[in-house]
């Protein structure tokens, strides 16, 4: 008997262009390093008396979330990007947008030749993490709008995938290239120098449950949010980014992502705050920290965040 494995695993996504139908187009494959679907059944209990034990056990509620776990490599999250933002790259320029993109994304077990597919998905959540030490990081999170209905035993796409990009995986050396605070501070390498630095970019989904169906009436997006921590040694240069904490001064925060030269992320967050935090503890033979968490405001015309991609 055959049984699955991570080497059997892969996942597909597909633009619809209709929400919840899958087009008959060939779909691509996501570079992953882990992750799946969550399926939750909600139910209740059968209240009927007049007997000795419970009778039945009712169904109320169905719903499908998924998390894709990846490290970091040029163009591997601009799709999900675009799915967060709910806008395109526009001459290579990404900004938060209220047009509603959807994906039907399956989940593979080819060594099984079992699929889980959930169609009409939105991007609720994009999380990007650079640790001293340590590898890029993404996170990518969503939901759908109708679950799958069985663990079917033949893919729901009706062409062969599209092999997933092979851009070179950023290290968390060469591949951070720019961390700036207020349009001119190095935080990086040569300036401040910075141990941690995290984006979290949310935008969770509205979903409309409906009697009869375990499918969505609809699922929309809400208000996106980006937030994020940094964490920097403390020389002089350092203090200026503490007393804008301290004073709760507006500022802003540019990272940059890349490898060769043409091929490069860089976000923008034209207006941030930094709304928790301070110097670290101290301790024998240690360095001091300066750890902080922010938040990007809205602003017109970058719209909370901005993302460029070279090219």
Not at 18 to 45: D, E, F, H, K, Y
Not at 111 to 122: P, V
Not at 220 to 244: E, I, N
Not at 264 to 284: A, C, H, N, Q, W
Request: proline residues 5%.
């Amino acid at each position: 008997m055959s049984r699955a494995t991570a080497r059997g695993y892969r996942v597909g996504y597909i633009a619809e262009v209709t929400q919840g139908t899958t087009p008959a187009t060939a779909p691509t494959l996501i570079r992953t390093i882990g992750g799946g679907m969550a399926t939750a059944a909600s139910s209740v209990q059968s209240e009927e008396i007049g007997l000795t034990g419970v009778p039945d056990v009712i169904r109320t509620g169905f719903e499908a979330t998924g998390t894709l776990q990846m490290e970091y490599s040029y163009s591997g999250i601009h799709w999900a990007l675009e799915g967060l933002f709910g806008a395109a790259f526009t001459t290579n320029v990404l900004r938060v947008g209220n047009t509603l993109r959807t994906f039907t994304l399956e989940h593979q077990w080819t060594d099984i030749s079992r699929f889980l597919t959930a169609r009409g998905c939105i991007i609720e959540g994009i999380t990007i993490t650079m640790q001293q030490g340590s590898k890029i990081t993404v996170t990518i999170t969503y939901r759908a709008l109708t679950p799958p209905s069985a663990f079917a035993t033949a893919t729901v796409f009706g062409a062969a995938p599209i092999a997933a990009p092979t851009n070179a995986i950023l290290s968390p050396i060469g591949g951070v290239q720019l961390i700036q605070e207020g349009g001119a501070l190095n935080l990086g390498s040569g300036g401040i120098g910075c141990l941690g630095f995290t984006i979290n970019m949310t935008r969770p989904g509205i979903p409309m449950p409906q009697l009869g169906s375990l499918a969505l009436a609809g699922l929309d997006q809400s208000t996106p949010v980006c937030t994020g921590s940094v964490s920097l040694y403390v020389p002089t240069g350092a203090t200026a980014v503490l007393d804008k904490y301290l004073a709760d001064t507006e500022t802003s925060l540019a990272l940059r992502l890349g490898g060769a030269a043409a091929q490069r992320d860089d976000y923008l967050f034209t207006r941030v705050k930094f709304t928790e935090g301070g110097i670290g503890e101290m301790s024998p033979n240690s360095a001091a920290n300066l750890n902080l968490s922010w938040q990007a405001l809205d602003t017109t015309p970058n719209t909370t965040v901005q993302v460029t991609r070279t090219p």
